[in-house]
């Protein structure tokens, strides 16, 4: 890993962005898209600043926001063949850079509710890794629990990478689980209001500790008019 605040990296080290992003007001469709697209513009602008950047991850709800009142909607969902997704996949090759990726993923079924995902773009455009969230944050969240497990992929310059969202990383074993398929970049990704901040501090802590690796973790910031979310 590159030191903190690096703006270049040697060859071996691996720099990484996480992003505070701004908790997004979200009330339509069209919101969505100005969302994706400022995301692509603070990835082009972060790449620029940091030539060396290997990989930039955004907090969860950073796309499509925490609006609880549309969750469900269906025209406020993504699928992995979203045109947005395809933005970010674009503003990965055009970067030369990896990147994390949240969205609220349109269900399969449709009689079931939707997913809360995580995906990892390479630098190529492909999407190497696809989770969905397991332990939503009952009873405020409306999400299916996920069904593809804990998933690890090889990331740049040799490290193997997952991720969890949220309150996933709460529970010790979905850390343990990614580091018996190899992780040692442990990426989360959340949207937490203010009164978890000291356990998402400790559990982020504690995962690195007990699992012998790196956990990079960025959440939400700001108010939503709804949610006062942690710095």
């Not at 993504?78 to 609220?104: H, K, T, Y």
């Not at 979905?174 to 209001?193: P, T």
Request: glycine share 6%.
């Amino acid at each position: 890993m590159g030191s903190t605040g690096s703006v270049s990296a040697w060859d071996e080290a691996l720099l990484i962005a996480a992003i505070q992003y701004p908790v997004p007001v979200i009330k339509r469709p069209e919101d969505i898209q100005v969302q994706v697209q400022q995301i692509c513009k603070t990835i082009d602008s972060t790449k620029a600043g940091y030539p060396d950047l290997d990989l930039i991850v955004f907090p969860e709800y950073s796309a499509q926001g925490l609006n609880t009142k549309i969750w469900t909607y269906d025209e406020m969902l993504l699928s992995l063949e979203s045109p947005e997704v395809d933005s970010f996949r674009q503003a990965c090759i055009r970067n030369n850079i990896w990147g994390v990726f949240s969205l609220m993923e349109r269900n399969e079924d449709p009689s079931q509710p939707p997913y809360n995902t995580a995906i990892i773009i390479n630098n190529s455009g492909e999407i190497v890794l696809h989770y969905r969230k397991l332990q939503p944050w009952v009873p405020i969240e409306p999400w299916m629990p996920g069904n593809l497990g804990m998933p690890v992929c090889g990331g740049p310059k040799g490290a193997k990478l997952a991720v969890c969202i949220c309150h996933d990383g709460m529970f010790p074993e979905l850390a343990r689980e990614a580091a018996y398929k190899g992780c040692n970049v442990f990426i989360r990704i959340s949207g937490y209001s203010t009164q978890v901040n000291d356990q998402w501090i400790w559990t982020n802590r504690t995962n690195a500790w007990q699992n012998l690796m790196y956990t990079v973790s960025v959440n939400l910031a700001g108010y939503d008019e709804v949610f006062l979310l942690f710095r």
